[in-house]
């Protein structure tokens, strides 16, 4: 599943604008992430602060 | 809530459509998602002074600096200059948005237009099937508001036209990813924008510095999504201001997208129009969308006051701003889309060639497109895919 680390996220919105499935969406400091993320990483890759990280559902819940 | 109009957005796109509709006499409501208009910033700030007079009165309070110029680096160092008005449509002056961004949408509410801010748009209401309005949270209250026509000129993240049908979702190439340093340092030259080109220092894009006045520069990075790893804008950021500006303080930091993808297949839907960022019309060779922005802005704004009346807003009747766009600034973009295709593959060796085989040209006579008319004069092999563009 997709993570944000919100202490490195500089809410720029470029991750919304480049998912395919319309998941994310940017509220002032603030990335949403709803269930029609797909986990395809393309937000991961172009985040200019490296915030979006995939990681697996048991390391994420811990 | 009811009116004529309801505009997403109130950066330059959004201010401009809705103070073009205004001033036709729209009843005009504006949303803005934000608490403050214009903050964080998102851009390097860079105009085209003649440009930018066009659209709207010059006032100090906005601007950063003046610049006489720009100068592009190769990667092995070299320079070339290119002087105030003739270096493509970036240079001139440098703003400050968190300032502009609120005097537009001042002067869009001088003209009888509603603002909201802290006002996020959650989606298109719906009669008979045809978009009717739009849902809003308003300071987190549910608003409803009706209109028969709706503009998204909500930026990077546009969700406006995904509501509407229009696949809006950037592809990785065709996004620039960014980062860019406020920074303070007495090495800043205070009246050249500078450009640093090569695959180590910014892959698919450019470093840029555009000064702000006492020894202040945007000095930033764009950097191509598809050659772009997590983290990587910031990362080469650091670096090059290491390298270049090692005395330089970070004031402010600043993150945000680029479209490059060219103009896109559609900007229009029933009931719905997008513009600016949204409409993905920013310039894919220099990322500049400020004027690009606020002319789509006008265009739309002054269509929509003449058929909102009419009730002429199926997508057919809105063909008619398709086509008022394509045909004034999607020209320029088609082609600088084309260019940036072929310039973003080119070696670091292609690069330093071009830069070399203008050695005794006089470039500061040279617009952007005079320059690509001289390179291809220079480098017929090199360039030979660009021909047909550059006539």
Same mark, same amino acid.
């Given at each position: 599943?997709?993570?944000?680390?919100?202490?490195?996220?500089?809410?720029?919105?470029?991750?919304?604008?480049?998912?395919?499935?319309?998941?994310?969406?940017?509220?002032?400091?603030? *990335?949403?992430?709803?269930?029609?993320?797909?986990?395809?990483?393309?937000?991961?890759? *172009?985040?200019?602060?490296?915030?979006?990280?995939?990681?697996?559902?048991?390391?994420?819940?811990? | 809530m009811k009116c004529d109009l309801v505009v997403v957005?109130?950066?330059?796109?959004?201010?401009? +459509?809705?103070?073009?509709?205004?001033?036709?006499?729209?009843d005009v409501v504006m949303l803005?998602?934000?608490?403050?208009?214009?903050?964080?910033?998102?851009?390097?700030?860079?105009?085209? /002074?003649?440009?930018?007079?066009?659209?709207?009165?010059?006032?100090?309070?906005?601007?950063?600096?003046? #610049?006489?110029?720009?100068?592009?680096?190769?990667?092995?160092? +070299?320079?070339?200059?290119?002087?105030?008005?003739?270096?493509?449509?970036?240079?001139?002056?440098?703003?400050?948005?968190?300032?502009?961004?609120?005097?537009?949408?001042?002067?869009?509410?001088?003209?009888?237009?509603?603002?909201m #801010?802290?006002t996020r748009a959650l989606g298109l209401l719906h009669e008979k099937g045809v978009p009717s309005g739009i849902s809003a949270a308003f300071?987190?209250e549910s608003l409803k508001i009706e209109a028969p026509l709706i503009i998204g000129?909500d930026?990077?993240?546009?969700k406006v036209g995904r509501w509407a049908g229009?696949?809006?979702?950037? /592809?990785?190439?065709?996004?620039?990813?960014? !980062?860019?340093?406020?920074?303070?340092?007495?090495?800043?030259?205070?009246?050249?924008?500078?450009?640093?080109?090569?695959?180590?220092?910014?892959?698919?894009?450019?470093?840029?510095?555009?000064?702000?006045?006492?020894?202040?520069?945007?000095?930033?990075?764009?950097?191509?999504?598809?050659?772009?790893?997590?983290?990587?804008?910031?990362?080469?950021?650091?670096?090059?201001?290491?390298?270049? &500006?090692?005395?330089?303080?970070?004031?402010?930091?600043?993150?945000?997208?680029?479209?490059?993808?060219?103009?896109?297949?559609?900007?229009?839907a029933d009931g719905v129009i997008?513009?600016?960022?949204?409409?993905?019309?920013?310039?894919?060779? +220099?990322?500049?969308?400020?004027?690009?922005?606020?002319? !789509?802005?006008?265009?739309?704004?002054?269509?929509?006051?003449?058929?909102v009346?009419?009730g002429?807003l199926d /997508?057919?009747?809105?063909?008619?701003?398709?086509?008022?766009?394509?045909?004034?600034?999607?020209?320029?973009?088609?082609?600088?889309?084309?260019?940036?295709?072929? &310039? #973003?593959?080119?070696?670091?060796?292609?690069?330093?060639?071009? +830069?070399?085989?203008?050695?005794?040209?006089?470039?500061?006579?040279?617009?952007? /497109?005079?320059?690509?008319?001289?390179?291809?004069?220079?480098?017929?092999?090199?360039?030979?895919?660009?021909?047909?563009?550059? #006539?």
């Amino acid at each position: 599943m997709l993570t944000v680390n919100r202490y490195k996220c500089g809410y720029c919105g470029a991750c919304v604008g480049v998912c395919p499935a319309a998941a994310l969406e940017l509220v002032e400091t603030w *990335i949403e992430v709803n269930e029609d993320c797909v986990g395809c990483g393309r937000c991961t890759k *172009i985040c200019p602060l490296g915030a979006l990280e995939l990681v697996k559902e048991a390391e994420a819940k811990t | 809530m009811k009116c004529d109009l309801v505009v997403v957005g109130a950066g330059p796109a959004g201010s401009m +459509t809705a103070k073009a509709a205004a001033e036709a006499g729209l009843d005009v409501v504006m949303l803005e998602k934000r608490q403050e208009i214009g903050d964080p910033v998102r851009c390097a700030e860079g105009v085209s /002074k003649a440009a930018l007079k066009k659209l709207v009165e010059p006032d100090p309070v906005w601007i950063s600096a003046e #610049v006489k110029g720009a100068r592009i680096r190769a990667p092995d160092g +070299t320079e070339m200059v290119m002087s105030e008005d003739r270096a493509g449509a970036e240079v001139g002056y440098v703003l400050e948005r968190k300032v502009f961004d609120r005097a537009l949408a001042q002067k869009a509410a001088e003209a009888g237009a509603k603002v909201m #801010v802290k006002t996020r748009a959650l989606g298109l209401l719906h009669e008979k099937g045809v978009p009717s309005g739009i849902s809003a949270a308003f300071v987190g209250e549910s608003l409803k508001i009706e209109a028969p026509l709706i503009i998204g000129a909500d930026g990077v993240e546009s969700k406006v036209g995904r509501w509407a049908g229009i696949d809006t979702a950037l /592809k990785p190439k065709d996004i620039e990813t960014c !980062a860019q340093f406020l920074l303070q340092d007495d090495e800043i030259d205070d009246e050249y924008c500078e450009f640093y080109l090569g695959n180590d220092i910014a892959p698919g894009g450019y470093v840029w510095s555009f000064p702000k006045g006492h020894s202040l520069a945007n000095v930033g990075i764009g950097v191509l999504g598809s050659k772009a790893d997590s983290g990587m804008p910031i990362r080469l950021l650091r670096e090059f201001v290491k390298k270049n &500006f090692p005395e330089g303080k970070v004031l402010e930091m600043m993150v945000g997208g680029v479209p490059v993808s060219g103009p896109i297949e559609t900007t229009v839907a029933d009931g719905v129009i997008l513009v600016g960022d949204a409409a993905r019309q920013s310039d894919p060779i +220099t990322g500049g969308g400020i004027i690009n922005a606020m002319r !789509a802005g006008v265009m739309a704004g002054e269509i929509a006051a003449d058929l909102v009346p009419k009730g002429e807003l199926d /997508k057919k009747s809105l063909q008619v701003y398709e086509k008022r766009w394509r045909e004034t600034i999607g020209k320029s973009i088609s082609r600088n889309f084309a260019v940036k295709e072929f &310039f #973003v593959d080119l070696t670091d060796d292609d690069l330093n060639r071009l +830069t070399h085989s203008l050695d005794g040209v006089d470039v500061a006579e040279l617009d952007l /497109k005079g320059l690509l008319k001289v390179l291809l004069r220079q480098n017929p092999k090199l360039l030979l895919k660009l021909r047909h563009l550059i #006539v």
